[in-house]
């Protein structure tokens, strides 16, 4: 029989979690460290934590881990209100793992799309945590799993955060027409600077970065479903079929008709 785990009392995970709005009245004083670690990220407004004398201060974007068993105080800075998501959750959460070291782990998060991500899986992961539903615990420690595997990303990402951002609008957008300008314009670049940044960081061009992500795509989609070479074209952005041909060929050495008969057999009539 499967163990049912609508329980209040998770034995890992997630332990309390919440969204604070304070004045600079709110300070958190624990001398003797606690046995989870703390998570927080702010939404707005200034917040500030003092371990070992040494103060350090949090604004909109920044995430704070604290490791368990650490001496520490926080609050709210002076003249200021501090708006931020939090959760305490247990030392044997695997992701833990992937974290740096240190007694207080801080980072910014500078691209939209990772911030409203970030926000995105701290309000699933509360919203889980308040009803309380069944498998709530479980579906509490997906989000948090997703924030600090978030957060490991971003200590070995070493792009601009702008190529981040234009990266994650050309897999958004893959199937739509892209004009440089209009992306270069989302992320406040002329066109040129931005064609110059995109090829320094990547290696290669938009379009060829695009075409990239188009052609991982149509192998994924002639491998694994029974579209037609022609309906995988238009599925991932080719409006000219001989075109994604020809892009396809020089990828993977033959078109892409006769790569879908050696993996599934003849397209469907």
Request: hydrophobic letters at 35%; aromatic letters at 10%.
């Given at each position: 029989m499967m163990?049912d ?10 332990s ?12 958190t ?18 917040g500030?934590f ?7 201060r949090?604004?909109?974007g920044?995430i ?38 240190g007694?207080?782990?801080?980072h910014t ?14 309000e ?30 971003r200590?070995h ?7 981040e ?9 893959m ?20 064609s ?12 060829e ?22 309906e ?18 020089r ?5 892409p008709?006769?790569?879908r008969?050696?993996?599934?057999g003849?397209?469907?009539?």
């Amino acid at each position: 029989m499967m163990k049912d785990t609508h329980s209040p009392y998770p034995r890992l995970g997630v332990s309390v979690a919440g969204h604070f709005h304070m004045n600079d009245s709110y300070v958190t004083k624990r001398p003797q460290g606690m046995s989870d670690w703390l998570i927080t990220f702010t939404l707005g407004g200034e917040g500030y934590f003092l371990i070992n004398k040494e103060e350090k201060r949090c604004s909109a974007g920044d995430i704070v881990l604290l490791r368990a068993g650490t001496p520490h105080q926080y609050g709210t800075c002076q003249g200021k209100e501090w708006n931020f998501l939090w959760a305490h959750f247990t030392q044997d959460l695997f992701e833990i793992n992937y974290l740096p070291d240190g007694a207080l782990l801080t980072h910014t998060v500078e691209n939209d799309f990772v911030r409203k991500r970030t926000q995105q899986a701290f309000e699933k992961l509360i919203q889980d945590y308040r009803e309380k539903n069944r498998y709530w615990n479980e579906l509490c420690q997906n989000s948090l799993s997703e924030i600090l595997l978030l957060y490991a990303q971003r200590q070995h990402q070493s792009l601009d955060p702008r190529m981040e951002e234009v990266l994650h609008l050309l897999s958004k957008n893959m199937k739509d027409s892209i004009r440089i300008d209009d992306v270069a314009k989302s992320v406040g670049l002329s066109s040129s600077r931005l064609s110059h940044l995109f090829k320094e960081n990547m290696g290669q061009s938009i379009l060829e970065t695009l075409n990239q992500m188009r052609l991982n795509q149509a192998i994924l989609l002639l491998e694994h479903t029974d579209r037609t070479a022609t309906e995988v074209a238009i599925d991932v952005g080719f409006q000219n079929y001989n075109h994604f041909a020809n892009q396809f060929r020089r990828r993977y050495g033959m078109p892409p008709r006769e790569y879908r008969r050696k993996t599934l057999g003849p397209d469907p009539q």
